[in-house]
């Protein structure tokens, strides 16, 4: 069985690690290109769910005329990915604090 990897990237994080503005990052976040959860004022990604939506990037057609989908078909995709961030950060979370009772 293959263990979930809960780690949780900052904004600042990921834009080192992709070797870009923290702006971008934000930006992609908020229209769901990168799937990403809000806490209070603060961004963050989960690792794993990351790495997961960027090797799926990696696989998309670069023209949406070559075929593979629509930009509403990857879209779609980017907003169940951030879905899955959710859930993940919700659960995640969840241990965090039933663990500090």
């Not at 004022?41 to 939506?53: A, D, S, Y």
């Not at 090797?55 to 907003?79: C, D, Q, T």
Request: some cysteine; charged content about 35%; glycine content about 6%.
């Amino acid at each position: 069985m293959e263990e979930t990897d809960y780690t949780i990237l900052s904004k600042e994080e990921v834009a080192k690690l992709l070797h870009c503005e923290e702006n971008t990052i934000e930006e992609k976040a908020r229209t769901g290109q990168l799937p990403a959860v809000k806490i209070g004022r603060t961004w963050v990604f989960m690792r794993e769910t990351l790495f997961h939506r960027l090797f799926e990037m990696s696989l998309e057609p670069k023209n949406p005329r070559e075929g593979g989908g629509s930009v509403h078909a990857r879209n779609a995709r980017a907003i169940q990915a951030a879905e899955h961030a959710k859930e993940d950060a919700e659960r995640m979370l969840g241990r965090r604090s039933a663990s500090r009772r």
